[in-house]
């Protein structure tokens, strides 16, 4: 709190025995301003109206709705945010981006901001950020079905009815339905993230940064399924530079339609560094 203590309406006690004595004493001082301040929601059956409002729908609590936005809801799934190109590209992006049309929100993956939180210091102040948790909880024969596609490649249709029901079911945990209008998987990388934004019912973009063809041949970093799972049902599949069109063709197949999105320079920056004295 950073309120001094000296304010509180509650009576100072400086040693046991009168903390003990205060405690006996029936109530001698006022705190309905207090109450009204700092706890005006809470009281005795807080805990148990709040369980029966949600399991039983009955309205013992003091309901608030938020005003709806006029402008859209976008999402950008940023990874872990690390100081990166990826990361440069994404805030130059949202540099320049209209505000006045859209709102921006930036997914951040959760335990790279316990890691380090001063990542979040980056994001511009007129852009919202919603952390992304990693783990993902699965059923035995969802578990089993992960096995089959992730480590052994295979395909079907009881695996994959599987897989996505699992990550619709993690969309639904980690959004717990917020609207968003359009949802980008901005940094291509990060196979729970990829399928967990294919299952937004929503407008899909993935973005495609580097050769992912190359990225699995000899970083091992990426899986085949899961790409092409992507790029054939994601609604747009963005490559940032028209060299990349030939191996993510060979990854979506020639039926899918890809489009050329080139980075964003921070142009300004560039111009203001190039007035400076070369030290």
Same mark, same amino acid.
């Given at each position: 709190?950073?309120?001094?203590?000296?304010?509180?309406?509650?009576?100072?006690?400086?040693? @046991?025995?009168?903390?003990?004595?205060?405690?006996?004493?029936?109530?001698?001082? =006022?705190?309905?301003?207090?109450?009204? +301040?700092?706890? *005006?929601? =809470?009281?005795?059956?807080?805990?148990?109206?709040? *369980?029966?409002?949600?399991?039983?729908?009955?309205?013992? *609590?003091?309901?608030?709705?938020?005003?709806? #936005?006029? +402008?859209?809801?976008?999402?950008?799934?940023?990874?872990?945010?690390?100081?990166?190109?990826?990361?440069?590209?994404?805030? $130059?992006?949202?540099?320049?981006?209209?505000?006045?049309?859209?709102?921006?929100?930036? !997914?951040?993956?959760?335990?790279?901001?316990?890691?380090?939180?001063?990542?979040? #210091?980056?994001?511009?102040?007129?852009?919202?950020?919603?952390?992304?948790?990693?783990?993902?909880?699965?059923? @035995?024969?969802?578990?089993?079905? #992960?096995?089959?596609?992730?480590?052994?490649?295979?395909?079907?249709?009881?695996?994959? +009815?599987?897989?996505?029901?699992?990550?619709?079911?993690?969309?639904?945990?980690?959004? *717990?339905?917020?609207?968003?209008?359009? #949802?980008?998987?901005?940094? !291509?990388?990060?196979?729970?993230?990829?399928?967990?934004?294919?299952?937004?019912?929503?407008?899909?973009?993935?973005?495609?940064?580097?050769?992912?063809?190359?990225?699995?041949?000899?970083?091992? $970093?990426?899986?085949?399924?899961?790409?092409?799972?992507?790029?054939?049902?994601?609604?747009?599949?963005?490559?940032?530079?028209?060299?990349?069109?030939?191996?993510?063709?060979?990854?979506? !197949?020639? =039926?899918?339609?890809?489009?050329?999105?080139?980075?964003?320079?921070?142009?300004?920056? @560039?111009?203001?560094?190039?007035?400076?004295?070369?030290?």
């Amino acid at each position: 709190l950073y309120q001094s203590l000296e304010d509180m309406p509650f009576p100072a006690v400086n040693n @046991i025995s009168d903390l003990v004595q205060e405690l006996l004493l029936p109530k001698q001082y =006022d705190d309905s301003e207090f109450i009204q +301040k700092y706890c *005006c929601y =809470d009281n005795e059956n807080a805990a148990s109206n709040l *369980c029966k409002f949600i399991l039983k729908r009955e309205h013992l *609590c003091k309901v608030f709705t938020l005003p709806k #936005s006029p +402008k859209e809801n976008i999402l950008l799934y940023g990874s872990e945010f690390e100081k990166n190109g990826l990361t440069t590209s994404l805030l $130059n992006l949202l540099k320049h981006l209209d505000k006045n049309t859209r709102n921006y929100f930036v !997914g951040i993956d959760e335990a790279a901001l316990d890691k380090e939180p001063s990542r979040l #210091s980056l994001l511009p102040d007129d852009v919202g950020f919603i952390p992304t948790e990693n783990g993902v909880y699965r059923s @035995i024969s969802e578990a089993v079905a #992960s096995i089959l596609y992730f480590r052994l490649n295979k395909r079907g249709k009881w695996i994959s +009815k599987r897989i996505n029901q699992l990550f619709s079911r993690e969309l639904r945990r980690r959004f *717990c339905g917020v609207n968003f209008q359009t #949802s980008i998987q901005y940094a !291509g990388y990060e196979v729970k993230h990829i399928h967990i934004f294919q299952h937004f019912e929503n407008k899909k973009i993935i973005f495609v940064h580097n050769d992912m063809l190359e990225e699995i041949n000899t970083r091992k $970093n990426q899986h085949l399924l899961t790409l092409q799972d992507a790029y054939r049902n994601y609604d747009h599949v963005a490559v940032v530079t028209k060299d990349l069109i030939p191996s993510t063709q060979k990854i979506a !197949g020639s =039926d899918v339609s890809l489009s050329v999105v080139n980075n964003c320079l921070d142009f300004r920056k @560039i111009q203001e560094q190039a007035k400076e004295t070369l030290k």
